[in-house]
């Protein structure tokens, strides 16, 4: 077989490290903000997976993790507060060969977003959604997000939020997503394992990454974050796998009567005799148990929670155009002049063409 000039180019290309998704730009978050690590983890997570550069495209919104396309070394846009899935929508559909990541925050896309992200969801577009919930709105200074908690003291909220926070996975799990993970910014290897596996899935993945704001929401996801409480306090999914935590001492498991899952000692490592449930991805009530186990009372769910793949939006949409294009006559003013019009003047009745 022949070789072309852009085979033997390709082939000599230099492999693609972290650092060859370094942009040039100065890094303009606070100090101790975990959007280092997950930036550090995204630029990992692309060398890992081969990604071209060329062929990449990162979409944000508004709001401090909506800085993401500057630091990456990819094409990008930092559209307008909410828009970033319509924004993303476009680029996807105009060139469905694009890799196309959308960067938001939990105000960005729960609140003024929220109609975007449920509808990219259930279109499922072949993208992945970081989410970086840190609990609270840290570009405009402290006040009171979607996702804060009952009870939450901020500038906008002195006596306590009284709302009920959203919950970001169960959101997208509710509007139909197919893909939904979450994992924490300073858990680094699992969290890039996650962003992995995000990427393979041909569809929306949603994933939430809890993320500390060192400046207006500090230690808010110690309980299970900080490394001396992550045995105890979380419990990583993993399909086939036994839904264990504590080392392995405690599990989850299913009361067939309530219909809700409990905790139950593990003895002497016999997790079948306890009755632990093997987590299931593709099992979507599952995956709504495992994400709305109570805090405190549960360890709280993190990893790949929800796997269940159908084809993507934008490839119904080209089948669709091209069978169009390929059995009907192409004449805009025909298309334009159909269906019932209006004269401007005279008689206002419809009239029907």
């Keep these: 077989m022949e070789t072309t000039a852009i085979d033997t ?5 230099p492999a693609l490290t972290p650092a060859s998704f ?22 990992q997570a692309l060398a890992e997976i081969g990604t071209k550069p060329e062929n990449t495209v990162f979409v944000s919104g508004i709001g ?3 800085r993401f396309p500057y630091y990456v070394e990819t094409y990008g846009y930092h559209t307008i507060h909410g828009r970033a899935p319509a924004v993303a929508t476009g680029v996807k559909l105009a060139n469905p060969e694009l890799d196309v990541w959308i960067v938001t925050g939990d105000g ?44 939450k003291r901020t500038v906008s909220t002195p006596y306590g939020s009284l709302e009920r926070p959203v919950n970001p996975a169960s959101f997208a799990l509710g509007a139909g997503g197919r893909f939904v993970a979450r994992g924490i910014d300073v858990v680094q290897k699992e969290l890039l394992g996650i962003l992995k596996r995000a990427h393979a899935n041909k569809g929306t993945s949603f994933v939430e990454i809890y993320q500390n704001c ?12 900080a490394k001396k409480a992550q045995a105890d306090a979380v419990v990583w999914t993993g399909h086939g796998k036994p839904l264990l935590f504590s080392k392995g001492t405690k599990g989850l498991r299913l009361n067939s009567e309530k219909l809700r899952l409990e ?13 632990v449930l093997v987590h299931d991805e593709t099992n979507r009530a599952l995956a709504q148990l495992l ?9 709280i769910a993190l990893g790949v929670i929800y796997c269940d793949p159908l084809p993507p939006y934008e490839g119904a949409v080209v089948a669709q155009a091209q069978k169009v294009a390929a059995t009907k006559k192409r004449d ?12 401007i003047g005279g008689d206002a009745s419809p009239a029907k063409n």
């Design 291 to 299: 994400i709305d186990m109570p805090a405190l009372a549960f360890p």
């Design 332 to 343: 805009l003013q025909k298309l334009l002049s159909a269906g019932e019009t209006w004269s």
């Design 9 to 13: 180019a390709a082939a000599s290309a």
């Design 214 to 225: 060192a400046v207006f929401n500090d230690g808010a996801f110690e309980a299970f974050a």
């Design 64 to 66: 401090c993790s909506s």
């Design 108 to 151: 960005d896309a729960l609140s003024i977003g929220g109609n975007h992200m449920g509808h990219i969801l259930r279109r499922n577009l072949d993208c992945q959604i970081l989410l970086f919930n840190n609990e609270i709105y840290g570009l405009t200074k402290g006040q009171a997000s979607p996702t804060s908690r009952l009870g």
């Design 263 to 275: 905790v139950v000692d593990v003895e002497g490592g016999d997790w079948q005799a306890a009755g």
């Design 22 to 43: 370094a942009s040039s730009q100065e890094v303009r978050w606070c100090l101790g903000c975990g959007n280092y690590s997950i930036v550090k983890m995204v630029r």
